[in-house]
């Protein structure tokens, strides 16, 4: 379950963020812990400036951190970026990859998130890469070419012995803060889909190991829905993960 912040909080608030929300976690999975043990995987995706203080609230939580994007650079002349290795100094496990926001607002293509993906990959952080159609491309019956040609793209030169750190967001551009929620079946269409195109690239056994997350007005009341499908294997939250109430419902769902 993966919390993608955007921009918003600071870090003072990004502590008190925290500190509300580990009380109400049920503990990490264990061996002999108590039954309502948490088995699922935490993410969460502060803005940069808030990762060191999202660092020392979450120690010892069992919560993960994500960066919500980086550059494919070990270093150099790139005003504004960061790299992996900056992300891997402040804490970070994770890197989202793709999001759409960041190909529309930001002239993100496939190229350059596979660029991104290939420097994550080899410095050891776990990519959240970002796929999803907008509404004109859904309409016009180009969901599965769309969703094709950035999986094959994105992708591009990662081989199966690379693709177990690997997570897939399906993220349908129409439903990213709108409210409207793709439906399950409709996700799940999409993730099968994704999965039968990763068997591809990667054969059965890698392609049925990679945790494929879904993203779009995820909330509280929609969750359970969605998580029944068996091709759902997590969210990616925007608005309903910045409320550590809500936060803490979609993952102990
Ligand atoms: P949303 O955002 O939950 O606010 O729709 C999801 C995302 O963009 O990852």
Not at 34 to 44: N, Q, T
Not at 85 to 90: G, P, S, T
Not at 211 to 228: H, Q, T
Not at 232 to 243: E, Y
Request: charged share 20%; aromatic share 6%; net charge neutral.
């Amino acid at each position: 379950m993966a919390a993608n912040w955007k921009m918003h909080k600071t870090p003072a608030e990004t502590a008190d963020f925290l500190a509300r929300l580990i009380p109400l976690l049920a503990p990490a999975a264990a061996e002999g812990a108590p039954e309502r043990a948490r088995v699922c995987d935490i993410v969460v995706a502060p803005p940069f400036p808030c990762l060191p203080a999202a660092a020392t609230a979450a120690r010892g939580a069992g919560i993960e951190l994500a960066g919500q994007n980086m550059h494919w650079e070990t270093h150099g002349a790139f005003t504004g970026e960061v790299s992996a290795a900056m992300l891997l100094a402040v804490g970070c496990r994770y890197v989202i990859l793709g999001h759409s926001e960041r190909r529309q607002y930001f002239g993100e293509t496939d190229a350059t998130i596979n660029r991104k993906l290939l420097a994550a990959l080899n410095a050891g952080l776990r990519p959240i890469v970002c796929v999803g159609e907008t509404l004109a491309q859904r309409e016009a019956g180009q969901t599965e070419t769309v969703l094709r040609e950035q999986l094959e793209r994105g992708f591009l030169g990662i081989k199966a012995t690379q693709a177990p750190p690997c997570i897939l967001a399906y993220e349908p551009v129409w439903a990213i803060g709108t409210g409207r929620t793709a439906t399950p079946e409709l996700a799940a269409d999409a993730h099968r889909y994704l999965r039968q195109r990763l068997a591809r690239l990667w054969g059965d056994s890698a392609a049925a190991a990679c945790r494929i997350l879904y993203g779009g007005s995820v909330k509280p009341d929609n969750i359970r829905g969605l998580m029944a499908q068996p091709e759902l294997d997590g969210a990616l939250v925007g608005g309903a993960s910045l409320d550590p109430q809500s936060f803490a419902a979609l993952v102990d769902f």
